[in-house]
């Protein structure tokens, strides 16, 4: 059904940027999981009161930056400011300060990663600077609350090329976007409270066909699945559609979450007229070169460039890779255990396996912990040493992380050490055949799988410290195997 016809999607994202004051007064922004008193951190300003002025912040402007350099953005020299005029109630001035022919960046690119493990490359149009409206709440009772806290907030709009040609490419360019700006910290990356808020434009068009389809604007998407989803939804939608003889409107559509379809929200008039015009009480914003290198100079290394790093020095898997770069945090940290001389596929297992699986049951993140990479790096080294076994090494590693001690004080405080005594170990292993006639019997009589079981009664009798290579070894030796 779908297959006569190509999918062309473009996604527009909005994330609000994590400034400590809004876009052009001085009120605070207010994290999105703090629940302030409605209209609280609101001035004249950002209530659009005649008469008041605007002054740009120059933290959301840099925050702007760093994204699109990341996204590999020309960067605007001059940048205007203009107005979008419409009415509704969350907007108290009528109008939102937007950027509209002179956007910060333009003519980038993202490339995305596929799940067959291919690159494709999607084209960034633009990256503008705006400020966040209102919200509106509706009451069943009839009549609507507004508040304006977030009125003013700063606001980058990502708009992309229409690349995209599927939901699981609208997925990974998203989760793509959301990454890096949690890399370059300006912003949580949660859909859920509606910081990032990720919008497709779907259409189909006959394959071949060089011009494009009419498309719909997707809406209420709170997360990475709802966007896959609805997208196929959207698409499959269409195809039917067009195969009937119908034709698509274009139209802003909502994602029904628990029924998964899409469903009309409002017709889009032919052409929309916002009436743009240049925003006559903000002069021209100047960036200059020295700016754009300095904010660039800053960046960090960013995730695919780590993962590349990774796969290509370390010899880690793509999918090691990929999760340790995933988080800022947790890739710095990685990148110091390395640096403290650890062994990087070592530490990797380490880091992923155990220290994760200890993160988790304590809900804590990376730099919550006392644990510094290089205490995991001598950890490890006690381990290669033989000092300790694995099993050891993960209970001190435990400690570790509550504690912060250095693994050989533990080792040494709690009596870890690795028993490798051959001479202790084997008068232990005598007894425990002797006091054990019945197993004895069945393995003599052919059951050799209690082998392991012998073995398994000297590691509990050690409380698991002795050396398991040679307990293996002295065990298989007093049983008299060759
Ligand atoms: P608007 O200003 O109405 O939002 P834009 O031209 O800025 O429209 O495009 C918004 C988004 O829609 C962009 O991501 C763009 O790639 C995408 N887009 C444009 N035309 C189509 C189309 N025919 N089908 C799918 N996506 C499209
Ligand atoms: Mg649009
Ligand atoms: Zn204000």
Request: aromatic share 6%; glycine share 8%.
């Amino acid at each position: 059904m779908l297959d006569q016809y190509e999918p062309v999607i473009g996604l527009e994202i909005h994330a609000e940027l994590l400034t400590e004051s809004k876009m052009f007064c001085g009120c605070r922004v207010v994290a999105a999981d703090v629940e302030p008193e409605p209209n609280t951190a609101v001035c004249p300003v950002c209530l659009g009161m005649p008469g008041m002025l605007p002054v740009i912040n120059r933290r959301a402007v840099e925050f702007a930056l760093r994204v699109a350099l990341a996204l590999n953005c020309t960067v605007q020299p001059r940048n205007v400011f203009a107005r979008k005029n419409y009415f509704y109630p969350d907007l108290p001035k009528g109008y939102q300060i937007s950027q509209y022919e002179l956007p910060i960046g333009r003519y980038g690119w993202l490339d995305i990663t596929l799940p067959g493990g291919e690159t494709k490359r999607i084209g960034v149009r633009r990256v503008h600077m705006e400020e966040d409206t209102g919200k509106l709440t509706h009451l069943e009772a009839g009549g609507s609350l507004v508040d304006y806290n977030r009125s003013g907030v700063p606001l980058l709009e990502i708009v992309s090329e229409p690349d995209i040609r599927s939901g699981e490419e609208a997925r990974a360019y998203a989760a793509r976007i959301r990454q890096i700006l949690r890399y370059l910290e300006v912003n949580s990356g949660d859909m859920e409270k509606g910081v990032l808020r990720v919008e497709p434009n779907i259409s189909i068009r006959p394959r071949g066909s060089a011009s494009y389809g009419t498309r719909i604007e997707l809406k209420n998407l709170n997360s990475f699945r709802a966007l896959a989803e609805g997208t196929e939804f959207e698409l499959r939608r269409q195809a039917a559609l067009l195969d009937g003889g119908g034709r698509v409107v274009q139209e802003t559509r909502g994602w029904h979450d628990a029924r998964r379809e899409t469903f009309s929200q409002r017709l889009k008039e032919e052409a929309e007229d916002y009436r743009y015009f240049v925003e006559p009480d903000l002069p021209p914003l100047h960036i200059d070169e020295a700016w754009i290198e300095a904010v660039r100079a800053a960046l960090p290394e960013l995730p695919q460039a780590r993962e590349a790093r990774y796969v290509e020095t370390f010899g880690l898997t793509p999918y090691e890779a990929g999760v340790l770069a995933d988080d800022r945090r947790v890739a710095e940290w990685y990148d110091a255990a390395v640096a403290a001389g650890g062994q990087p596929k070592a530490l990797a297992n380490w880091i992923l396996n155990d220290l994760f699986r200890l993160l988790n049951e304590r809900g804590r993140r990376i730099e919550e912990i006392p644990l510094a990479p290089g205490a995991l790096v001598e950890l490890l080294r006690l381990v290669d040493e033989g000092a300790i076994n694995v099993t050891t090494g993960r209970d001190v590693l435990a400690e570790m992380v509550d504690g912060g001690r250095e693994p050989r004080e533990i080792v040494a405080a709690r009596g870890l050490g690795q028993i490798s005594d051959e001479a202790a170990l084997t008068a232990l292993i005598d007894q425990i055949i002797a006091d054990n006639p019945g197993p004895l019997a069945s393995y003599r009589g052919g059951k050799e799988s209690l082998l392991g079981w012998f073995v398994g009664q000297v590691m509990r009798a050690t409380r698991g410290q002795a050396n398991p290579a040679l307990v293996n070894e002295l065990v298989r030796r007093q049983l008299g195997v060759k």
